[in-house]
């Protein structure tokens, strides 16, 4: 096992070296200007040189690469341009908030998912089945951006029950685990939910469907076992492939919560994202990827370490 | 009977504490801004006008200011920290200010002429050891006039500019001036003194979560007593997304929001918010390459382009809210002047004039125009074009767009109407602070700030237009100064010289709790007058 985990930790390495390239060069090709977010635009040609050089903006792009995986490997990630800040604080600052986001939808969704996607596996083509079906498309489809907005009109301008923004009172700094703070998570984590919620169902409907029509089924059956112990076993075989679509779901729901977090102006990592994207921060976009990309590097990692202790078939192959 | 009391003294109790919250929340005012994070706070603002306006003229103060006063009248300039200022009768390169005496810092320290070299020298000497280039990016473009600074006394302050330049007081206007003792107090170190800055202004920095809230209390020392804030706290919230602002304001979660969207404004006022608005400083043109080959050369054609827009139509798109431009600057400015080129929608003139000029049905006009789908201050810049676009087809003038996003047009802005990436644009839609003779007529057709030197984007250069920016500049009578002032916005509305659409009127939302605001002519705005009921 120690020698699977030391195998797939290695090739993590080049996958990371590859992701910095990429996040580095993808940034330098879009089209804007980093100083247009520091700068008035009267600002004339001398000094926004000046500013330029005092960034390193004018050195060659291998040169500022090196520099910038040379910072990297000392743990500086470097300032970000618009505000100033150290980019380690704002990404990982702001990478807890979006965990504390992702993990709280994962809560709701995998459960939901895994619930729904046995119960239309094990009724399958029955009416509950098309119902199952028709709950879980419905997730994957509706533009979760949308439902937020609709979420908010619903619960916070109509009824008054949840605030529609932010993280709390005090924001996300003075964060604790009361009402007051809980009750800002609600509708972000339930809006974020719903995508994975329909693919989970879908998939943990089609593993157990074709676990539950296999012959050692039936046999498990003849053997004189419960309903209960069957769908036991049913359960383990299709949780090695259920674990890892939930863990690259959890990767999703990390990263690509960029919307939603705009939708909520919740502090997280998609919010953040955003904001570099729109002021061309190149050091806070290459590091905030950075550090989304290695999270689901490492998510992959744990997922396939995960897969290979329940299920011993994957470690053999 | 008991249960009965029970029940009575736990229903008093909860109202006992709704209303103590309720009292709490008295003093509070709480501001969704459009800007995505806390304007810089250590003293020279970064997010444009919202910056200045939040972070700026609360918690800091400048030798000369802008009276935020009134609703009803442009504003002028007023002594800030400076009482008064004046230029040397013989060299009129030297300005000599005289200081405020007794202005404290938040820090309690004292505000001196000594404290505006080191604030200059922090902008402009990046030898010195207090030289911040964040807060240098954003100031030292706005006093491009100062040649040398020094204190005569604690309390004479005298500034040297390059050559004669009587909008030095506009200019001054920007800078910020933040606290020498404070920035020792943090070990001289800027980021510091960002989590706990110290000014002069009436409000003090008391919390500060980037990206998330600033909170601000009254400085109950500041030295104009009219300014002490009333509140009891005033908090900052960045929130970007117009929809998530109108949610935050329609559920209570703040009290006032900047810049609601036009289709929002029906839902608020019918659940009782208020809209406040006011014509101010703002521009919504476009600019025309004057460039050799540019159909823009031709005054005809330039006028024809200004005669052919509804602009009573498009305020229906905009739910009203903007002024229709009758020239360059609004139309109530005290630079507005005596123009005689009527700006009005006359498409059969319009039509005239282009078949004048050569064009018609069957040789229409083919222009290409830069514009981006959205941007910071920009209105609704996409649905606007689309309509500009359909006006000018009507009298035959055929508008191909090039869209491209909001961060790459600042760039092609800078870069001018002969830079390549451009793409032979003929035009580009931009909009922008117009507030002093700078920003509202010299940087948009001086030769000298022809881009990418300047912001000077068709790369016009007229002799005439020249003398009259000179005089501007050597005008140093403030009333002698406003009258060439309106001669020269004069001669941009006849010449045509922009095709003059609309300007903003800075709509704000808020709660019918918030009293007490008078919405200035403005790009800042006064908080310290607003009570909550």
Same mark, same amino acid.
């Given at each position: 096992?120690?020698?699977?985990?030391?195998?797939?930790?290695?090739?993590?390495?080049?996958?990371?070296?590859?992701?910095?390239?990429?996040?580095?060069?993808?940034?330098?090709?879009?089209?804007?200007?980093?100083?247009?977010?520091?700068?008035?635009?009267?600002?004339?040609?001398?000094?926004?040189?000046?500013?330029?050089?005092?960034?390193?903006?004018?050195?060659?792009?291998?040169?500022?690469?090196?520099?910038?995986?040379?910072?990297?490997?000392?743990?500086?990630?470097?300032?970000?341009?618009?505000?100033?800040?150290?980019?380690?604080?704002?990404?990982?600052?702001?990478?807890?908030?979006?965990?504390?986001?992702?993990?709280?939808?994962?809560?709701?969704?995998?459960?939901?998912?895994?619930?729904?996607?046995?119960?239309?596996?094990?009724?399958?083509?029955?009416?509950?089945?098309?119902?199952?079906?028709?709950?879980?498309?419905?997730?994957?489809?509706?533009?979760?951006?949308?439902?937020?907005?609709?979420?908010?009109?619903?619960?916070?301008?109509?009824?008054?029950?949840?605030?529609?923004?932010?993280?709390?009172?005090?924001?996300?700094?003075?964060?604790?685990?009361?009402?007051?703070?809980?009750?800002? /998570? =609600? !509708?972000?984590?339930?809006?974020? %939910?719903?995508?994975? +919620?329909?693919? @989970? $169902?879908?998939?943990?409907?089609?593993?157990?469907?074709?676990?539950?029509?296999?012959?050692?089924?039936?046999?498990?059956?003849?053997?004189?076992?419960?309903?209960?112990?069957?769908?036991?076993?049913?359960?383990?075989?299709?949780?090695?492939?259920?674990?890892?679509?939930?863990?690259?779901?959890?990767?999703?729901?990390?990263?690509?919560?960029?919307?939603?977090?705009?939708?909520?102006?919740?502090?997280?990592?998609?919010?953040?994202?955003?904001?570099?994207?729109?002021?061309?921060?190149?050091?806070?976009?290459?590091?905030?990827? /950075? =550090? !989304?990309?290695?999270?689901?590097? %490492?998510?992959?990692? +744990?997922?396939? @370490? $995960?897969?290979?202790?329940?299920?011993?078939?994957?470690?053999?192959? | 009977?008991?249960?009965?009391?029970?029940?009575?003294?736990?229903?008093?109790?909860?109202?006992?504490?709704?209303?103590?919250?309720?009292?709490?929340?008295?003093?509070?005012?709480?501001?969704?801004?459009?800007?995505?994070?806390?304007?810089?706070?250590?003293?020279?603002?970064?997010?444009?006008?919202?910056?200045?306006?939040?972070?700026?003229?609360?918690?800091?103060?400048?030798?000369?200011?802008?009276?935020?006063?009134?609703?009803?009248?442009?504003?002028?300039?007023?002594?800030?920290?400076?009482?008064?200022?004046?230029?040397?009768?013989?060299?009129?390169?030297?300005?000599?200010?005289?200081?405020?005496?007794?202005?404290?810092?938040?820090?309690?320290?004292?505000?001196?002429?000594?404290?505006?070299?080191?604030?200059?020298?922090?902008?402009?000497?990046?030898?010195?050891?207090?030289?911040?280039?964040?807060?240098?990016?954003?100031?030292?473009?706005?006093?491009?006039?100062?040649?040398?600074?020094?204190?005569?006394?604690?309390?004479?302050?005298?500034?040297?500019?390059?050559?004669?330049?009587?909008?030095?007081?506009?200019?001054?206007?920007?800078?910020?001036?933040?606290?020498?003792?404070?920035?020792?107090?943090?070990?001289?170190?800027?980021?510091?003194?960002?989590?706990?800055?110290?000014?002069?202004?009436?409000?003090?920095?008391?919390?500060?979560?980037?990206?998330?809230?600033?909170?601000?209390?009254?400085?109950?020392?500041?030295?104009?007593?009219?300014?002490?804030?009333?509140?009891?706290?005033?908090?900052?919230?960045?929130?970007?997304?117009?929809?998530?602002?109108?949610?935050?304001?329609?559920?209570?979660?703040?009290?006032?929001?900047?810049?609601?969207?036009?289709?929002?404004?029906?839902?608020?006022?019918?659940?009782?918010?208020?809209?406040?608005?006011?014509?101010?400083?703002?521009?919504?043109?476009?600019?025309?390459?004057?460039?050799?080959?540019?159909?823009?050369?031709?005054?005809?054609?330039?006028?024809?382009?200004?005669?052919?827009?509804?602009?009573?139509?498009?305020?229906?798109?905009?739910?009203?809210?903007?002024?229709?431009?009758?020239?360059?600057?609004?139309?109530?400015?005290?630079?507005?002047?005596?123009?005689?080129?009527?700006?009005?929608?006359?498409?059969?003139?319009?039509?005239?004039?282009?078949?004048?000029?050569?064009?018609?049905?069957?040789?229409?006009?083919?222009?290409?125009?830069?514009?981006?789908?959205?941007?910071?201050?920009?209105?609704?810049?996409?649905?606007?074009?689309?309509?500009?676009?359909?006006?000018?087809?009507?009298?035959?003038?055929?508008?191909?767009?090039?869209?491209?996003?909001?961060?790459?047009?600042?760039?092609?802005?800078?870069?001018?109407?002969?830079?390549?990436?451009?793409?032979?644009?003929?035009?580009?839609?931009?909009?922008?602070?117009?507030?002093?003779?700078?920003?509202?007529?010299?940087?948009?057709?001086?030769?000298?700030?022809?881009?990418?030197?300047?912001?000077?984007?068709?790369?016009?250069?007229?002799?005439?237009?020249?003398?009259?920016?000179?005089?501007?500049?050597?005008?140093?009578?403030?009333?002698?100064?406003?009258?060439?002032?309106?001669?020269?916005?004069?001669?941009?509305?006849?010449?045509?010289?922009?095709?003059?659409?609309?300007?903003?009127?800075?709509?704000?939302?808020?709660?019918?709790?918030?009293?007490?605001?008078?919405?200035?002519?403005?790009?800042?705005?006064?908080?310290?007058?607003?009570?909550?009921?």
């Amino acid at each position: 096992m120690f020698s699977y985990f030391l195998r797939r930790l290695i090739l993590v390495l080049p996958v990371a070296f590859g992701v910095s390239v990429i996040c580095f060069l993808l940034v330098q090709i879009a089209p804007g200007d980093p100083l247009t977010a520091i700068m008035p635009v009267d600002a004339t040609a001398e000094e926004q040189a000046a500013m330029r050089a005092a960034y390193g903006l004018d050195r060659p792009l291998p040169v500022q690469y090196a520099i910038w995986v040379g910072n990297l490997a000392q743990g500086d990630m470097g300032r970000s341009i618009a505000t100033g800040r150290p980019v380690a604080g704002e990404v990982f600052g702001a990478v807890q908030n979006s965990l504390l986001l992702a993990v709280s939808a994962a809560v709701i969704a995998f459960p939901i998912g895994i619930f729904l996607g046995f119960l239309a596996g094990y009724f399958r083509d029955t009416a509950l089945d098309k119902a199952v079906t028709a709950v879980s498309i419905a997730g994957v489809s509706v533009p979760n951006y949308w439902l937020g907005i609709v979420l908010v009109i619903i619960f916070s301008v109509n009824l008054g029950w949840l605030p529609s923004m932010g993280a709390g009172p005090g924001g996300s700094r003075d964060w604790s685990w009361n009402w007051e703070h809980m009750r800002h /998570l =609600v !509708l972000p984590a339930v809006t974020l %939910a719903v995508v994975p +919620i329909g693919i @989970v $169902a879908r998939t943990v409907r089609a593993l157990s469907g074709d676990i539950l029509s296999m012959d050692f089924v039936q046999a498990l059956y003849a053997k004189g076992m419960s309903r209960f112990d069957v769908l036991i076993h049913v359960g383990r075989n299709a949780a090695a492939t259920a674990l890892s679509v939930m863990g690259l779901q959890l990767g999703y729901l990390l990263g690509g919560s960029i919307l939603i977090e705009t939708v909520f102006n919740w502090p997280g990592s998609g919010f953040l994202l955003s904001n570099a994207i729109f002021q061309r921060d190149l050091p806070l976009l290459q590091g905030t990827i /950075l =550090v !989304l990309a290695l999270f689901f590097v %490492a998510m992959n990692l +744990i997922v396939d @370490v $995960a897969q290979a202790a329940i299920d011993p078939r994957i470690k053999r192959s | 009977m008991l249960g009965i009391k029970r029940s009575f003294s736990a229903l008093m109790l909860t109202a006992g504490l709704l209303s103590a919250q309720t009292a709490l929340a008295q003093g509070t005012l709480r501001i969704g801004m459009t800007a995505a994070d806390i304007p810089l706070t250590t003293g020279q603002t970064d997010q444009g006008g919202e910056g200045m306006r939040f972070m700026g003229y609360t918690v800091y103060d400048s030798l000369i200011e802008w009276d935020l006063t009134s609703a009803d009248k442009p504003s002028t300039l007023i002594p800030g920290l400076a009482t008064e200022w004046a230029v040397d009768a013989e060299d009129k390169t030297k300005w000599i200010f005289k200081i405020r005496e007794g202005v404290k810092f938040h820090d309690g320290s004292d505000f001196t002429a000594e404290s505006a070299v080191w604030n200059l020298d922090k902008l402009l000497d990046d030898t010195s050891e207090q030289y911040d280039p964040r807060q240098a990016a954003q100031g030292k473009s706005r006093i491009p006039a100062v040649a040398s600074y020094r204190a005569i006394d604690p309390l004479t302050l005298e500034i040297t500019t390059k050559t004669p330049d009587a909008t030095l007081p506009y200019q001054l206007a920007w800078i910020l001036m933040s606290s020498k003792a404070n920035w020792e107090a943090h070990g001289k170190d800027w980021e510091q003194v960002a989590m706990e800055p110290s000014g002069t202004g009436p409000w003090k920095l008391e919390e500060f979560v980037p990206r998330e809230r600033a909170e601000m209390v009254p400085f109950a020392e500041y030295w104009d007593e009219t300014r002490v804030p009333k509140l009891d706290k005033m908090v900052l919230i960045p929130l970007p997304e117009p929809n998530a602002r109108s949610a935050a304001l329609l559920s209570g979660q703040v009290d006032w929001i900047e810049a609601p969207a036009p289709d929002t404004i029906p839902a608020m006022t019918a659940n009782g918010f208020v809209i406040s608005s006011n014509a101010y400083p703002h521009n919504w043109t476009w600019h025309l390459s004057r460039l050799e080959g540019s159909p823009w050369n031709d005054i005809r054609v330039r006028k024809a382009a200004n005669l052919a827009i509804d602009r009573e139509g498009m305020g229906a798109l905009l739910g009203g809210l903007m002024v229709p431009a009758k020239g360059f600057l609004p139309p109530g400015s005290q630079w507005f002047g005596k123009p005689s080129f009527d700006v009005r929608y006359d498409p059969d003139e319009a039509r005239r004039l282009l078949a004048e000029a050569g064009y018609g049905p069957d040789k229409p006009l083919k222009v290409k125009a830069l514009i981006s789908p959205s941007g910071s201050g920009q209105m609704l810049p996409l649905p606007m074009n689309e309509y500009i676009q359909q006006n000018l087809a009507e009298v035959g003038i055929d508008v191909e767009f090039m869209v491209v996003e909001w961060n790459q047009m600042i760039n092609l802005w800078r870069a001018g109407a002969a830079d390549p990436a451009v793409e032979g644009s003929q035009s580009i839609n931009f909009t922008y602070f117009i507030q002093d003779p700078f920003t509202g007529l010299i940087r948009h057709l001086s030769c000298d700030l022809i881009a990418p030197n300047g912001t000077n984007w068709g790369h016009y250069c007229d002799p005439e237009m020249e003398e009259l920016f000179t005089k501007i500049r050597n005008t140093f009578d403030p009333a002698e100064q406003d009258e060439v002032m309106r001669r020269t916005h004069e001669k941009f509305v006849d010449d045509a010289l922009f095709l003059m659409v609309t300007h903003d009127v800075a709509p704000r939302a808020m709660s019918p709790k918030v009293k007490g605001f008078v919405q200035a002519q403005n790009w800042y705005q006064n908080f310290s007058s607003i009570t909550m009921e």
